[in-house]
């Protein structure tokens, strides 16, 4: 029993790790990118083309991987990821140019994609119900701490080192998570629920997911909600900063503030799933969005001040913590003959719906706020009608469904 615990405690970790490697590929080296920028003759717009060209990588890789992860099982798709992972990163460090690092940008995308989604199938490998709803809130926390520590870790490397040895050290974390996949991580998928190999098999799953009432609105709903996070992400440093007048040292206060409600609402979630179900708390959590980001737009709109806009926006994102888990739990929970192809599926609707969501904030200059709020709103807007709309019936829970 007590060894049963410890490989479970070591699975999470694992899991946990993989997790959260995208979002520090994604944010560990922003503070070395003007820096970056500057050292390889590039203007700001290319420079910031790396953080895409990441983004991408992390959205197409999943569809790729979670499919095969179905055929091939997860563990080794976890080994080839890391291995690839460590590998690119170690080229990032020594770039010759911009355009060499982008195409490396979107292969570390790539190979930190394939641990992101296939820890989702291991989770639905592992558990069900109630008791994964809880597993995956543990993950959103994972996801949410390290866009916030990321930087500061960043900035302090950069005290030591240039923006090179960001990579190295990224490459160096690759390594040590490649090492504790060898020794700790175990197949989860039994090779008697492995799909066969074969493009038209794949096609055939990828089909009836789409068609599957029971997936698509949860993964539409998770979509929605992860892209009005990234607009906020992508929009917030201008509208805060160059509109609203915050140093940068205050902009840092406020996004960490919104980060905290996001953990908080996922600490929130998992204690809460056990006794009310995901399907309620999904709903409170859609529900929150889509009145802040209304509130967001109001505020924008009628010049209402900072304090309501930082409220709306805190209520926005914090909820991101209460939809997150609670939507992909649910929209696994009748997965378990595809976890991987479902994982794939719902992770390329959360990145991919990000990637476009946060180039729109900025079409119409650094010294607007509209564009932010109206995709905030839209997307949360989105979001509820598409859970509500869901069948014009209430949203079942694993329990309810019988997993």
Not at 79 to 87: E, F, N, T
Request: glycine share 12%; aromatic share 6%; hydrophobic share 55%.
């Amino acid at each position: 029993m007590e060894a049963d615990r410890r490989r479970r405690r070591a699975l999470l970790l694992i899991v946990g790790a993989l997790s959260g490697l995208a979002p520090m590929s994604i944010d560990f080296y922003l503070p070395a990118l003007p820096h970056l920028t500057a050292d390889l003759g590039a203007d700001t717009s290319t420079g910031q083309l790396t953080l895409t060209a990441c983004l991408l990588g992390i959205a197409l890789s999943q569809v790729v991987a979670g499919s095969l992860s179905d055929t091939l099982g997860r563990r080794r798709l976890v080994l080839i990821g890391l291995a690839a992972y460590g590998s690119v990163s170690a080229l990032c460090a020594v770039a010759p140019s911009i355009w060499v690092l982008l195409g490396l940008r979107f292969a570390q995308g790539c190979a930190c994609g394939i641990g992101f989604v296939v820890a989702r199938a291991i989770v639905r490998d592992v558990y069900s119900g109630d008791q994964a709803a809880r597993i995956f809130a543990l993950l959103v926390l994972v996801s949410g701490v390290a866009p916030v520590l990321a930087p500061v870790f960043g900035a302090q490397v950069l005290l030591l080192t240039s923006w090179r040895g960001i990579f190295v050290v990224l490459a160096a974390l690759g390594a040590v998570l490649f090492t504790a996949a060898v020794l700790r991580l175990p197949e989860t998928l039994p090779a008697h629920l492995r799909h066969e190999p074969g493009l038209a098999t794949k096609l055939r799953v990828f089909g009836a997911l789409l068609t599957d009432r029971r997936f698509v609105p949860f993964a539409v709903s998770g979509g929605l909600s992860f892209a009005a996070m990234f607009a906020y992400i992508s929009g917030s440093p201008f509208v805060l900063e160059n509109i609203y007048g915050l140093s940068p040292q205050l902009y840092g206060v406020a996004f960490g503030v919104n980060s905290a409600g996001i953990v908080a609402t996922s600490q929130v979630s998992r204690r809460l799933v056990g006794r009310v179900g995901p399907g309620p708390l999904l709903r409170v959590g859609v529900t929150t969005m889509a009145v802040g980001g209304a509130g967001v737009l109001a505020t924008v709109l009628l010049g209402l001040g900072l304090a309501p806009l930082l409220l709306f926006l805190l209520a926005t994102i914090s909820s991101v913590g209460l939809i997150l888990p609670n939507a992909t739990a649910l929209a696994m929970a009748h997965q378990q003959h595809a976890a991987g192809s479902a994982s794939a599926l719902f992770g390329l609707g959360q990145f991919g719906v990000g990637a476009v969501a946060a180039p729109l904030v900025g079409i119409a200059g650094s010294h607007t706020a509209v564009p932010m709020a109206v995709t905030i709103a839209v997307c949360g807007a989105g979001s509820l009608l598409v859970l509500r709309g869901f069948a014009g019936r209430p949203v079942p829970t694993p329990r309810q469904a019988g997993v």
